[in-house]
């Protein structure tokens, strides 16, 4: 009889230290403490301490020459150098981590706590970042919804976690304050009658303005992908994901670097009387030099667009080779001619060398070119060589871009 008890007792004693531990094992990784950091799993510090680093992954700016990171200790300052066209202002983010003090010397609206646990974005442009980080599921609102073609934020528009808030010259104020983001991403043209950036910084919202389009290179807009991820603190990520995209896009500009021949390339197509064409330092140049073309205003300097005659432009480039992105609504040449019989007295509608990048458009006219592209400037280049030189990659099938039939 005593041994049974005893038997007895020692197996409670063992039960009892078991549940112990185990309720101590799923106390902790209901907590998730990260110890590296000693942050808890919705990434706020939780015993903050001056000595420590809470950056230890850092992004480096290599391509991109409006956007500038410093790092400190416990928050990052970000600038927006050149937000928009003839800009004479600048804007500053504080990036400062969850559970850590706010330092001095700042303007409360510049500061915004990070990472951030939800995103409004006014730009399509802006999505596929999400998805390449890892972090649409942290999407709750856009502009139009009508416009999207990547696929993961077309599914959240569906299972209805994605509110359509305007365009960002009618933003629907009343519906982002309900909304509450963290983060509102836009963007800037200069205007104060259509930017949203100060209505909504007046209404008490956090808003970060991406300036990739004033960039001048393809690689140069694709690394604002890193502008988007340090409001994440996924700077590991976006190291990786732009890196992977670096690669991609040179490897492809080697196979164009040493062609002979070079086809004359003009682009665009007139509107209301003016022409305009991209500037000889414009992104899109750089393109077709790094796609082997010998592009007609490659001698400009000016990175914008350039606003011409349709005569200048007949002048130069009646005998071109190539014509690209020109108007969007034409399907085939007959639109085109169409639109301006004088069209007809081009070479390259009289050859048929006619591409538009409209391949990927949803039935409500949203571009993917115009969505996707900045992120994927490596198809975008491999389009353009398939499209030049097609002997280069002969196995490439044309993505963003289209022959007009």
């Given at each position: ?6 038997f007895?007792s ?20 209901s ?37 500038i990171?410093e ?12 937000p ?5 202002t600048?804007?500053?983010?504080v990036?400062?981590q ?12 510049q500061v ?23 972090v ?9 919804s009508?416009q999207?073609?990547?696929?993961d ?7 209805g ?10 933003v629907?104020i009343?519906?982002l ?6 983060l ?9 009658q259509?930017d ?11 808003v ?18 890193k ?20 690669y ?12 002979k021949?070079h086809?004359t ?13 991209p500037?000889?330092?414009?992104y899109?140049?750089?393109y ?8 007609l ?10 606003p ?9 480039a ?6 690209l ?15 301006d019989?004088?069209?007809?007295d ?16 949803n039935?409500?006219g949203?571009?993917?070119?115009w969505?996707s ?5 490596d198809?975008?280049?491999s ?12 196995n490439?099938?044309?993505f ?6």
């Amino acid at each position: 009889m005593k041994l049974r008890k005893s038997f007895y007792s020692k197996s409670i004693v063992f039960f009892c230290k078991f549940f112990l531990i185990a309720t101590l094992i799923i106390a902790c990784h209901s907590t998730k403490i990260n110890t590296s950091t000693q942050t808890t799993n919705n990434g706020c510090v939780q015993n903050y301490d001056l000595n420590t680093d809470y950056f230890p992954k850092k992004i480096k700016i290599t391509h991109a020459t409006g956007l500038i990171v410093e790092y400190h200790k416990h928050y990052k300052v970000v600038t927006i150098k050149n937000p928009w066209q003839n800009a004479k202002t600048t804007f500053q983010y504080v990036l400062v981590q969850c559970g850590t003090p706010t330092p001095q010397g700042f303007n409360q609206t510049q500061v915004i706590t990070v990472p951030i646990k939800s995103i409004v974005s006014l730009s399509t442009t802006h999505l596929p970042h999400l998805v390449k980080l890892g972090v649409v599921d942290k999407l709750i609102g856009i502009s139009n919804s009508k416009q999207v073609n990547t696929p993961d934020v077309i599914e959240r528009i569906k299972a209805g976690k994605v509110a359509q808030i305007g365009n960002n010259s009618n933003v629907d104020i009343e519906k982002l304050l309900e909304l509450n983001p963290d983060l509102v991403t836009t963007f800037g043209t200069g205007n104060s009658q259509t930017d949203s950036y100060a209505k909504l910084t007046e209404a008490g919202l956090k808003v970060g303005i991406n300036a990739e389009y004033m960039e001048d290179t393809p690689l140069g807009q694709s690394e604002w992908l890193k502008f988007t991820a340090l409001f994440f603190n996924k700077e590991l990520q976006a190291e990786n994901v732009f890196k992977e995209i670096t690669y991609k896009y040179e490897q492809v500009a080697q196979k164009a670097k040493f062609v002979k021949n070079h086809p004359t390339v003009f682009l665009g197509f007139n509107f209301k009387g003016t022409w305009y064409m991209p500037g000889g330092k414009s992104y899109v140049a750089k393109y077709l030099a790094d796609a082997g073309a010998n592009y007609l205003w490659n001698d400009d300097k000016s990175s914008g667009s350039l606003p011409l005659s349709f005569e200048v432009v007949l002048s130069r480039a009646t005998n071109a080779d190539y014509w690209l992105n020109f108007s969007q609504s034409c399907q085939n040449l007959k639109d085109l001619v169409a639109e301006d019989n004088r069209y007809a007295d081009f070479k390259a509608v009289k050859t048929g060398n006619l591409y538009n990048n409209n391949a990927r458009v949803n039935v409500n006219g949203g571009n993917d070119y115009w969505e996707s592209g900045n992120s994927n400037p490596d198809i975008v280049l491999s389009d353009l060589i398939k499209i030049l030189h097609s002997e280069i990659l002969p196995n490439h099938q044309l993505f963003f871009y289209r022959k007009l039939n």
